[in-house]
Each structure stands twice: as C-alpha cells, then as structure tokens.
C-alpha cells in the first residue's frame, strides 16, 4: 500500500499534525482536548499507530472536522479558512 494513501496511518498524522498546527497546540495540549494519552497521540500523528475511530470522532466533534476528512482527507465538510490553511501545510510538506 502507498505510505501517502487516504487511509494510511501517516497520511492521517498529516492532516492531524495540519489541523494542530492550525490551533496554534502543542501535541500534548491537543491530545488533553480530546482526551487521548499525549504518548499515544505522538505515535498517531507520527504515523506509528493508527487513529482508532472513537479518538477520530473526539477529534471530529471538538475541533469541527468530519471523520472523511481526518480518513480520507476530504476538505469539503471542514470550514473554508481551515481548508485553505491545511492545504498550504500539507503543500509545503510535498515540496
């Protein structure tokens, strides 16, 4: 399986690392907001650990992304500002 594809592991600890980075958090201050073990959280935004689906919709509900877009990436349910900022971060990161 391609290591960039939709589903992943580090193509989702990308768009984990976008949408923290977005906030302005620490890996340890975003973790705490949605309850996730700081260490665990690490190794999920690393790509080292896969995001099980009950930290994904923690994430989901606090931080106004949908579960398609922290899985597969889709921009079209997340707000227009955060879209625009993920994409230069995830840009940047492929030159």
């Known amino acids: 399986m391609d290591n960039h594809s939709p589903f992943h592991p ?42 099980k689906a009950d930290m994904a919709y923690r994430i989901a509900e606090r931080w106004g992304v949908s579960m398609d877009f922290l899985y597969r990436g889709r921009l079209t349910e997340i707000p227009a500002k955060l879209a625009d900022t993920l994409m230069q971060n995830l840009t940047k990161r492929q030159e």
């Open 10 to 51: 580090e193509a989702v600890g990308e768009r984990l690392e976008a949408l923290r980075e977005y906030n302005e958090m620490t890996r340890a201050q975003f973790a705490t907001s949605v309850g996730i073990d700081p260490t665990s959280y690490g190794r999920i935004e690393k790509g080292q650990k896969p995001l």
